[in-house]
């Protein structure tokens, strides 16, 4: 966050009952690849690390809140919403510190990604605007109707209009001031920037992303096929020595790996299943032979190629690995390598496949000369 001295908050709105999806349940709880879409939503907020609240607004009674992966994170703050949400966004302010900044963001727009949040934040710093906003062009042709009979009463310009996207950006005072406004008059703006707007402040916006969509009905669950798949592969021969690092564990055996790196082949064929499934070339091009990554540990490798990975606004979500080797036998470091997996990657073990196959005594492997690992990773927004 450049030159950014105030504190920041982010509230995310979800005191709504999602009437227009025509579910029993509202709809920031409906799951999309097993998170619910608030979940989905919250978690680009707490990988951004840049706020000293992520505050979310329920509506009273709310019992799916708790069951959320965030729920007891430190920095999250759950508060009771009110019957708009102007109310509900008025009650986040109260967590606010005085004079400080404040980001909303729909609590039903799980395809933001972190850059982004990051980008609206430094932008702002260096915006003279009261508020800050992406928008979108409107692409389609832009019709007034009568809603009455359906009829077009006249064709709009299109170019005159963009579509206002959250996240918002604004200081927390001046968004205090606007809703008050609003709410004593009774009027309930779409968004924070209209009721800034309102109030006679300006307004700016930044490019935004299509992808960032408002999930509001069923269709929209299924707008994006978001999940990807990639393979990675990694092999070493063996030297003299003490141990090899496999997932992050030293399994003892009369031999270690000839590397560069710690030469653990289970991280490094899971970094490069991530990279290449993102085009962000492999393990070799991102970490080459140099002196900076001499004997460097697979688990600082994985931090560092997995903040790319999130940066692309993708994250891991399931691997699965297989280590060829003939030597040792891997069945009783099993639970051990996969616990090591999952305190690296952040994944629950269910999420992490491991096995261990022999070559059957063909080739470098079945000679006892090396060993090998393939892994298949799912990334998803």
């Known amino acids: 966050m450049k030159n950014q001295t105030k504190k920041i908050s982010a509230i995310i709105p979800s005191a709504g009952v999602g009437a227009r999806m025509s579910s029993v349940k509202a709809k920031q709880y409906l799951k999309i690849d ?4 608030l979940e989905k939503t919250v978690s680009h907020f707490v990988e951004a690390d840049i706020f000293e609240k992520i505050i979310i607004p329920v509506a009273k009674g709310d019992k799916d809140i708790k069951l959320m992966n965030f729920y007891n994170y430190k920095n999250i703050y759950i508060v009771e919403g009110g019957k708009t949400r102007s109310h509900s ?6 967590e606010t510190e005085p004079d400080s900044l404040v980001m909303v963001h729909d609590a039903v727009r799980p395809f933001i990604t972190k850059k982004e949040i990051l980008e609206l934040c430094d932008r702002f710093s260096e915006n003279s605007s009261d508020i800050l906003i992406y928008g979108i062009p409107v692409y389609e042709s832009l019709k007034m109707i009568d809603k009455q009979s359906l009829k077009v009463s006249k064709s709009v310009d299109r170019n005159n209009f963009y579509l206002a996207q959250t996240p918002q950006i604004c200081n927390s005072e001046t ?3 606007a809703l008050e406004s609003c709410i004593r008059d009774e009027y309930f703006p779409s968004d924070e920037s209209e009721a800034i707007e309102r109030s006679g402040g300006e307004v700016s916006f930044i490019p935004g992303n299509r992808k960032n969509i408002k999930i509001t009905v069923k269709d929209d669950l299924n707008f994006h096929n978001t999940l990807i798949i990639g393979n990675g592969f990694d092999s070493h021969r063996f030297k003299d ?6 997932g992050g564990i030293k399994v003892p055996y ?5 590397a560069h790196s710690d030469g653990d082949i289970v991280i490094h064929a899971l970094i490069d299943s991530m990279l290449s499934a993102l085009g962000l070339g492999d393990i070799g091009t991102n970490f080459p032979e140099t002196d900076e990554w001499k004997d460097c540990s697979g688990e600082k490798m994985f931090k560092l190629a997995y903040d790319k990975v999130l940066s692309a606004g993708y994250k891991l979500i399931q691997f699965d690995v297989v280590v060829i080797t003939e030597e040792p036998k891997l069945s009783s470091f099993r639970e051990k390598i996969v616990k090591n997996l999952s305190k690296i990657t952040g994944l629950e073990k269910d999420m992490i496949g491991f096995k261990a196959k022999t070559s059957e005594k063909m080739g470098f492997i079945g000679n006892g000369e090396g060993a090998a690992a393939l892994v298949n990773s799912r990334l998803n927004k």
């Not at 966004?89 to 109260?94: A, C, D, H």
């Not at 009369?254 to 000839?258: A, I, L």
């Open 34 to 37: 097993n998170l619910s879409i």
């Open 254 to 258: 009369q031999k270690s790996f000839q």
């Open 175 to 177: 968004l205090r001031l």
């Open 241 to 246: 020595g003490d141990g090899l690092m496999l």
């Open 89 to 94: 966004v008025l009650n986040s302010l109260g």
